[in-house]
């Protein structure tokens, strides 16, 4: 089963412009993560952030995480048409020793 | 060591063969995974390994499923009996922190 859900399914927007992304869960979690996908290649992490924590930047990767609401945003700022990709965020869940859980993603293209 | 490796990247089998992955986790990673994912969906957790022992599989894992890790090194995941539902990308991850994943491997089931 996928915990969360990823809004929108899709974005479309121009290179310069900044692309937003959001996440809800549905359990508390012990961390959040962000993942890239290329079409038809494997996942690359792009960052992660804690349960304590409310917002982590990374480079052009602005990530914020409100454990009220159960929810999350991955902001990519000044797009370029490389970051056109599948993003993925994942929890990692408090009951010990799970696994990650993916959303179904949300596909970004960017328009040169 | 670079990443996690995937053997094969593609696989094209007729229904009702069985196939096997392996996957080349990084080495001082504890932890495998495999994951599978159709196309547009996200990945869903199928089994994990901590070291040698396997420790929690999913609902999806079906009788027809079955991973091994020897020795806590590579691990293979093999498909008995394969179906056209069995398509999708199946990939490995490893982690003793942090998770890295592999490149995938692609199954087709015609």
């Known amino acids: 089963s996928q915990q969360g859900e990823e809004d929108p399914q899709a974005l479309s927007i121009q290179e310069g412009e900044n692309a937003t992304m959001n996440c809800s869960y549905k359990?508390?979690?012990?961390?959040l993560q962000w993942y890239r996908q290329n079409s038809g290649r494997g996942l690359v992490h792009l960052i992660l952030?804690?349960?304590?924590?409310r917002e982590k930047h990374s480079g052009r990767l602005r990530v914020t995480l409100d454990t009220s609401k159960k929810s999350s945003s991955l902001l990519i700022t000044a797009s370029r048409a490389a970051d056109t990709a599948s993003y993925f965020c994942a929890t990692v869940p408090n009951s010990g020793n799970t696994p990650l859980v993916f959303g179904k993603g949300t596909r970004l293209s960017v328009i040169a | 060591d670079t990443g996690v490796s995937q053997d094969p990247r593609h696989k094209i089998t007729k229904r009702g063969q069985n196939v096997t992955f392996r996957c080349d986790p990084i080495s001082e990673h504890n932890r495998l995974y495999w994951y599978r994912q159709t196309l547009g969906q996200g990945p869903e957790f199928l089994t994990y390994?901590?070291?040698?022992?396997?420790?929690?599989k999913s609902r999806l894992l079906s009788d027809r499923f079955s991973a091994e890790r020897p020795k806590g090194s590579f691990s293979t995941l093999e498909i008995q009996r394969t179906e056209q539902g069995d398509s999708a990308m199946y990939l490995c991850?490893?982690?003793?922190?942090?998770?890295?994943f592999g490149s995938g491997t692609r199954l087709t089931v015609v």
């Open positions: 952030i804690r349960s304590n924590e």
């Open positions: 359990t508390s979690i012990n961390n």
């Open positions: 390994f901590q070291n040698e022992a396997q420790l929690e």
């Open positions: 991850a490893s982690s003793a922190y942090g998770y890295t």
